[in-house]
Nanobody, 124 residues
Framework: VQLQASGGGLVQAGGSLRLSCAASGLTFSSYTTAWFRQAPGKEREFVAYIRWTGSRIVYADSVKGRFTISIDNAKNMVYLQMNSLKPEDTAAYYC??????????????????WGQGTLVTVSS
């Protein structure tokens, strides 16, 4: 199983980026898929998750209303649309997949498969 995250880059505050996560050997619709991020010197933190085909979507409070997670089952892709970006959103973003339950879906230790990370830098 491999996950490949892409779409990061440098953007000014207030701008937008769309991250993509592609999988081989895994069907996203059978898993919970999440995005986590890790800023320099900080611990990895939960950003958003989508369960199976979108039956449940949860966001961290810090990104609610600005980020949107979605799944394209036909392409087996998961996306994170990030709008109104802030300098504090600067981090490496990781997609992850796992067979989680509601109470564990925001905890990175319950995800078995991880992408390599894509760097998002937001300038002020």
């Amino acid at each position: 199983v491999q996950l490949q995250a892409s779409g990061g880059g440098l953007v000014q505050a207030g701008g937008s980026l769309r991250l993509s996560c592609a999988a081989s050997g895994l069907t996203f619709s059978s898993y919970t898929t999440a995005w986590f991020r890790q800023a320099p010197g900080k611990e990895r933190e939960f950003v958003a998750y989508i369960r199976w085909t979108g039956s449940r979507i949860v966001y961290a409070d810090s990104v609610k209303g600005r980020f949107t997670i979605s799944i394209d089952n036909a392409k087996n892709m998961v996306y994170l649309q990030m709008n109104s970006l802030k300098p504090e959103d600067t981090a490496a973003y990781y997609c992850a997949a796992g067979r989680t339950i509601v109470t564990t879906s925001q905890n990175s230790q319950y995800y078995n498969y991880w992408g390599q990370g894509t760097l998002v830098t937001v300038s002020s």
